[in-house]
């Protein structure tokens, strides 16, 4: 007697492919937000149902094998949240410059080699995250997020920070690590209210003495990477409060770099000793 196999049901994204099913019921209605989340599910490709959903403000791709979106992600006109984060994305779709609303987007963990410059129209965008991906170059546009707060840039191919991102003076965290960064650029005096900057594992040989107007400053990673000597006005960063070991604490972080005599003696002082050191030097005639 043969055995009656059981129904296999179908995971709810599936269903609302098949004939008769409505794809609203995906969505979850929050307190502020409708979202829908697509996470881990394997697609290569997004389904069409998707851009048949207008009202949907989060929405979450990320953890699949995506390879491109299609120009109707510009439907989705009441984004505010897009992650993307960890598919296979060599690019991204010029009409995502019509998602107006955009405050939060995450592309990090693909195969980006550029960024369209019709992001520059996402005048809304708070958070970007690019990290992990193979890019070398931002376009210009990148200075038109005049709202952009946090900006993830690390683990890429710059050679050097662009241009367009010493524009951005609400920018208050920039994440550049694991680059290929020679340096760091004059134009980081801009950044006036940069409070987390990580530029550690590049080939970063000096600090330009810019940075020591960045007065906003409470964490400074340059942790691996190839400096000797240090500004001689780096004391008037006066809230970095520590010489910092973990990377999660506020300070300066400054280890495995080939610093010149008498530096890393002195550091072993701690803050304090570096900066009263630096202070008297500077004031020297």
């Known amino acids: 007697m043969m055995r009656k196999k059981r129904s296999q049901k179908l995971p709810l994204w599936e269903e609302a492919l098949l004939p008769g099913k409505d794809p609203r019921a995906l969505l979850k209605r929050g307190l502020q937000h409708v979202s829908l989340s697509l996470i881990m599910k394997g697609m290569t490709r997004t389904p069409d149902f998707l851009w048949g959903l207008p009202q949907v403000q989060k929405l979450n791709l990320s953890q699949n094998q995506l390879v491109a979106l299609p120009p109707a992600l510009g439907k989705l006109e009441r984004l ?29 963990m693909n195969c980006l080699t550029e960024v369209p410059a019709e992001l520059g129209h996402c005048k809304k965008l708070e958070v970007l995250s690019l990290s992990h991906n193979c890019l070398s170059h931002l376009p210009s546009s990148i200075s038109e997020l005049i709202n952009l707060r946090k900006l993830n840039l690390s683990n890429n191919r710059f050679i050097y920070i662009p241009l367009s991102v010493f524009s951005l003076r609400k920018l208050d965290f920039l994440h550049v690590g694991c680059n290929k960064l020679e340096s760091i650029g004059d134009s980081v005096q801009f950044l006036v209210n940069l409070q987390i900057f990580i530029a550690d594992y590049n080939k970063l040989r000096t600090l330009p003495r810019s940075i020591c107007s960045v007065t906003a400053l409470e964490l400074l990673n340059i942790n691996y990477n190839l400096i000797q000597t240090l500004p001689d006005e780096l004391y008037l960063l006066h809230r970095l409060t520590k010489i910092a070991w973990n990377p999660m604490d506020k300070g300066l972080h400054i280890s495995h770099n080939p610093l010149s005599k008498p530096l890393p003696q002195i550091i072993d002082g701690g803050l304090s000793a570096l900066f009263g050191y630096l202070k008297d030097k500077n004031q020297l005639p």
């Open 80 to 108: 505010v949240v897009l992650n993307l984060c960890g598919n296979r994305m060599k690019s991204l779709p010029k009409e995502i410059g019509l998602l107006r609303h955009l405050k939060v987007l995450f592309v990090n």
